[in-house]
């Protein structure tokens, strides 16, 4: 059965280094998301991308993010200056389609020092 | 603005009992609501959602509009039950973000 992968599954950071965070979804889906659950804290949106581009994004989604889907198949999330505060499990999901279920990748557990 | 909100972190239940894990929404539309769960060691995976009108693994969950509620029930929970749960809500539109709850720790004792 068909599953979402992400790389690396945990990631050790200087603060105030770029990372980049690697998902394959689902070869056929269309819809692509990423959350976050910072620890002991609720799952967050942060962003949903669709036909190459942001369909919607969080607060939390400033302008130290950005997300790419550079080939047909991975989705990444780029933190450009990472902050203490971006540690947390990140999370990416996609779906075919809009409203249907979600498929969740195992994490990357992010650790800024 | 959408919350979702499980009063509850911890919940422990011996094999056999009924469990029910509650969930209370807020939102000015019609939502959809769904129940994901998070077994140890794994991903988070879909249970089961609200248009569905499914049982999942003996798991039910009724939309109540009237208390904007959405409570996951289970009449006899097994030691397998174990897990975190996570009720969510979609909003639709041109976005089917979730907003999610802090999630239950279900622990079914033996």
């Known amino acids: 059965e068909p599953e979402v992968t992400q790389t690396p599954s945990h990631q050790v950071t200087q603060m105030g280094q770029e990372v980049i965070l690697r998902c394959v979804p689902i070869s056929n889906h269309l819809y692509f998301y990423w959350y976050r659950q910072i620890l002991g804290q609720k799952v967050e949106f942060l962003v949903s991308f669709y036909n190459n581009e942001i369909s919607e994004k969080s607060e939390i989604f400033d302008d130290q993010f950005s997300v790419e889907r550079p080939d047909g198949s991975n989705f990444t999330l780029k933190i450009r200056s990472t902050k203490l505060e971006d540690s947390a499990m990140y999370f990416c999901?996609?779906?075919?389609?809009?409203?249907?279920?979600?498929?969740f990748g195992p994490g990357t557990r992010l650790t800024v020092l | 603005a959408q919350r979702v909100t499980q009063p509850e972190k911890l919940l422990s239940v011996f094999k056999g009992a009924p469990v029910e894990l509650k969930c209370n929404y807020s939102?000015?539309?019609?939502?959809?609501l769904f129940w994901y769960v998070q077994y140890s060691r794994q991903r988070l995976q879909l249970l089961l959602r609200h248009i569905s009108r499914e049982s999942i693994k003996g798991f039910t969950a009724d939309l109540n509009k009237g208390e904007t509620s959405f409570h996951l029930k289970k009449p006899f929970a097994q030691e397998e039950d174990s897990a975190m749960y996570y009720c969510a809500l979609s909003s639709g539109g041109s976005n089917y973000k979730l907003t999610f709850g802090k999630g239950t720790l279900l622990t079914v004792n033996p």
């Open positions: 999901a996609s779906n075919y389609h809009q409203g249907g279920e979600q498929f």
């Open positions: 939102y000015s539309g019609s939502p959809e």
